[in-house]
């Protein structure tokens, strides 16, 4: 049954792959790359209980905390085009 | 089926690698170097390796994406077509390569009890490290006391490469694109 979901994680991620490379849109990309960031965790989780290490979760629950703070910081590249303080606080950033 | 996550997992990585070349939004390039990473991360936790794995995710994923996002705030947003192709750097990373698998030939297979690893110092850390050090965890003191000295070269290469991000971004802000502080503006 593990190997079912990895196999499905695996084909997830691929597609989200072929996402980030074709866009055509920043969101697209930005998405995509957040969707790999979480089939990777989900992955982790899963191959800890498909080789019976379920401490694996652990290292799970970080790989989210930072898919996160990457996630954050990429959209507030895209909003301000800045990544401290803004540099135009009324137009949004152009990619 | 672990053999069967590795290999889509590196035929994932080939692709995302390949789009960092052949794609000239930079942006672009930079999402894709950190989904390489993550697909990366989860290819040594597959191997086993999950420490190797946790930097690779925090460095290669996080870190170096912020990195990267910060360093496009000084550059366009398309790379320049250079319009020549670089024949000669081909051909040396393709030699570099076939030498660099020419010597894992020489490599003791994976697993082999008699490998020079198993059988140098690591059988002395494993039974004398507790004594001699006195701490608990084997791999802190092999990196805290054996290998003291190149730790602190780490260290030290470390913290000059951060000073050098530094220098290059100006983290707080570019100098003569300063204004003062909006309301609800908060600075780092």
Request: aromatic content about 6%.
């Amino acid at each position: 049954m593990f190997a079912a979901a990895a196999a499905a994680l695996l084909v997830a991620m691929a597609m989200a792959l072929v996402r980030a490379v074709a866009g055509p849109t920043v969101y697209d990309r930005i998405l995509a790359v957040n969707a790999i960031g979480t089939k990777t965790l989900l992955m982790i989780a899963v191959v800890g209980f498909l080789t019976r290490r379920p401490e694996f979760l652990d290292i799970a629950l970080v790989y989210a905390l930072i898919n996160f703070i990457g996630t954050v910081a990429v959209t507030k590249f895209v909003k301000h085009r800045h990544l401290g303080h803004p540099a135009n606080l009324n137009g949004e950033g152009e990619l | 089926m672990i053999e069967l996550i590795d290999v889509a997992l590196l035929c994932m990585m080939a692709v995302s690698a390949l789009a960092v070349l052949w794609l000239r939004n930079l942006f672009a390039v930079a999402m894709l170097a950190g989904s390489y990473s993550l697909m990366a991360a989860t290819l040594y936790v597959v191997l086993d390796a999950v420490d190797v794995a946790f930097t690779e995710a925090a460095v290669g994923a996080g870190i170096s994406t912020v990195l990267m996002l910060g360093a496009l705030t000084l550059v366009p947003h398309e790379e320049k077509p250079s319009g020549r192709h670089a024949l000669s750097g081909l051909v040396v990373t393709v030699g570099l390569g076939a030498l660099l698998i020419y010597a894992t030939l020489d490599m003791p297979s994976f697993g082999d009890a008699g490998a020079p690893v198993h059988r140098h110092v690591a059988n002395r850390y494993i039974e004398d490290s507790a004594a001699e050090v006195g701490l608990p965890n084997v791999v802190t003191s092999v990196l805290a006391s054996y290998r003291g000295y190149d730790t602190l070269g780490e260290t030290t290469v470390i913290f000059t490469a951060a000073i050098g991000v530094l220098a290059v971004l100006g983290w707080g802000g570019r100098p003569g694109r300063r204004r003062p502080p909006a309301d609800g503006e908060t600075r780092p």
